[in-house]
C-alpha cells in the first residue's frame, strides 16, 4: 500500500508540479544534477502539443459533418499526425527537458523508499521546465481532443448532430418521376395490374429515399387517409419501395387473377413477407412491418408526366429510424 502511495504522489507531482519552491532539508543534497532550462524546448513542447489537439479536432469535424471528398483519406491524415505530434512532443521531453542519469557502476538495487525523497526527486526532474502550467494545459487539450476523437464513431449509431437527414429526400414538388434508364414516366404508361419502379429526375439513384413502387388501381376501390384525396391521380399511386420493416426492397405487386384469389391487390417485400395495401395508404396487412408504407403524393404535369406534388407522408427506411426519431406507429 505504501509503494502506491508513493507512486501517487510522484504522478501528482509530475503532472501538477510545486507550486513553491521548498529548500531542501538541513545536511540533505540534490538527488539529480542541476541543469540550465530550455525555453525554446518547452515551446517546441507546447506547440506540437496544439498541433495534435488541432488535428484530433480536425478528425472529428471532417466525420461529423461527411460531406469532404476522400473522407477516409483525411480521417487517417488527421489522427496520424495527432498521434505524431504527441509523439514529437514526448521525444523533446525526453530528451531536452528530462535530466539523464548515467551510472559508471551497476544500477543500486536499492530505490528512493520514502514520499519526500520521492518527491524531492521528480521534483528536481522538473526543474528544467518553466513553464509547467502551459505545458499542463496543453497536454491536457491534446488529450481531450484525442478522446473525443476516439469516441467520434459512435455518431455512426445514429445522426446525432443532424437527425433530420432521416426525414430528407430528394422528392420535391415538380420533380419528374423516371425510370431507370432515366425516360419519364406518362400517366398513359401505367397500365393496371402492373408494377413500376421509378425514381427521381437528375437525382441519385442510390439514394434511400430515391426509388418508387408505382402501381395503378381503380379510383372507385381507393380509401386513402383524409387529406390524401388528390395524391393519386387517375388512380396512380406512388409509394416508397423501402420496406419499414428492415429496410428491404418491395419487389412483389400481388394482384388477383380470379376471382377465389386474395380480395384485393398488395404490394409486397419478399424477404419477411410484409404486406401493405396500396388502396389504403399503404397500410399493413399482413407480415412485420411496423408502419405502413410511406406514400409520395402525384400529380399529372404538362404532356402528362408524372411528377411529384411533394414529399413523402412520413419517413422512409425501417421502423427503428422511426423510433429513433420517436415517430413510429
Known sequence: MSRVRDWLVAAAVLL???????????????????????????????GLLLAAAFFAVGFVVVYALDRVSHQTQFLGLALGLSLACIAGALVIVSRRLVPEEQLEEDYPP????DSDEIAQLVGESGD??????????????????LGLAAITPALSLGPALDPGVLRRTPWQAGRRLVDERGRSLRAEDIDFKTFYTAFPERADPEEMGAP?????????????????????????????KICTHAGCAIALFRTPLFPPAEPKPALVCPCHYSTFDPAAGGAVLFGPAGRPLPQLPLRIGAGGVLEAAGDFSGPIGPSWWGVRMGEAT
Open 16 to 46: 501538477l508540479g510545486r507550486r513553491e519552491k521548498r529548500p531542501l532539508a538541513p545536511g540533505r543534497e540534490r538527488i539529480v544534477p542541476l541543469e540550465p532550462p530550455s525555453p525554446r524546448s518547452e515551446l517546441a513542447v507546447v
Open 110 to 113: 536499492a530505490h528512493p523508499g
Open 128 to 145: 528544467r521546465f518553466t513553464r509547467k502550467g502551459l505545458i499542463v494545459v496543453a497536454a491536457g487539450a491534446a488529450g481531450s481532443a
Open 212 to 240: 418508387l413502387v408505382v402501381v395503378r388501381l381503380d379510383p372507385a376501390a381507393l380509401a386513402l387517409p383524409q387529406g390524401r384525396d388528390s395524391w393519386a391521380p387517375e388512380g396512380i399511386l406512388a409509394y416508397s
